[in-house]
């Protein structure tokens, strides 16, 4: 099994049936000021499965516990060319100071297991700009 996951502002389809990820966080998250409640999305895809219909859980957790979400739902894979893609959005990420969020994915009754991270630090305001 290959899973990418990435953080992002937001997912959004186009009537091709591509998805466009906004804002990508390739390194860290940086709040400038705290606390903050910061709306991000996950975009992730799963490949080399094989056919599958099996319930999937998603756990978002930040290290020092202040984001601690829970998705459910249902993953559907026709066959084993097809990567399947799980996408969701806006979700609050509460900043109260530097900590790290971690995604985790479990499939069926399987372990599960941490697929992305995200470093998140609390900066002041750039000189010139208020909040």
């Given at each position: 099994?290959?899973?990418?996951?990435?953080?992002?502002?937001?997912?959004?389809p186009?009537?091709?049936?591509?998805?466009?990820?906004?804002?990508?966080?390739p390194n860290?998250?940086?709040?400038?000021?705290s606390?903050?409640?910061?709306p991000?999305?996950?975009?992730?895809?799963?490949?080399?499965?094989g056919?599958?219909?099996?319930?999937?859980?998603?756990?978002?957790?930040?290290?020092?516990?202040?984001?601690?979400?829970d998705?459910?739902?249902?993953?559907?894979?026709?066959?084993?060319d097809?990567?399947?893609?799980?996408?969701f959005?806006?979700f609050?990420?509460?900043?109260?100071s530097p900590t790290?969020?971690?995604?985790?994915?479990?499939?069926?009754d399987?372990?599960?297991?941490?697929?992305?991270?995200?470093?998140?630090?609390?900066a002041?305001f750039?000189s010139?700009?208020?909040?």
């Amino acid at each position: 099994m290959r899973i990418d996951a990435v953080f992002c502002d937001d997912v959004r389809p186009e009537a091709s049936g591509k998805q466009i990820l906004i804002g990508v966080y390739p390194n860290d998250l940086v709040s400038y000021g705290s606390p903050a409640t910061i709306p991000l999305s996950l975009w992730i895809r799963l490949s080399e499965l094989g056919p599958m219909d099996k319930k999937f859980a998603i756990k978002l957790k930040s290290d020092d516990g202040q984001t601690d979400l829970d998705l459910n739902g249902d993953i559907h894979l026709q066959d084993a060319d097809t990567p399947g893609v799980i996408a969701f959005g806006g979700f609050p990420v509460n900043v109260i100071s530097p900590t790290t969020l971690r995604a985790f994915l479990s499939i069926g009754d399987d372990e599960p297991l941490e697929i992305a991270t995200l470093p998140i630090k609390v900066a002041p305001f750039p000189s010139g700009i208020t909040e």
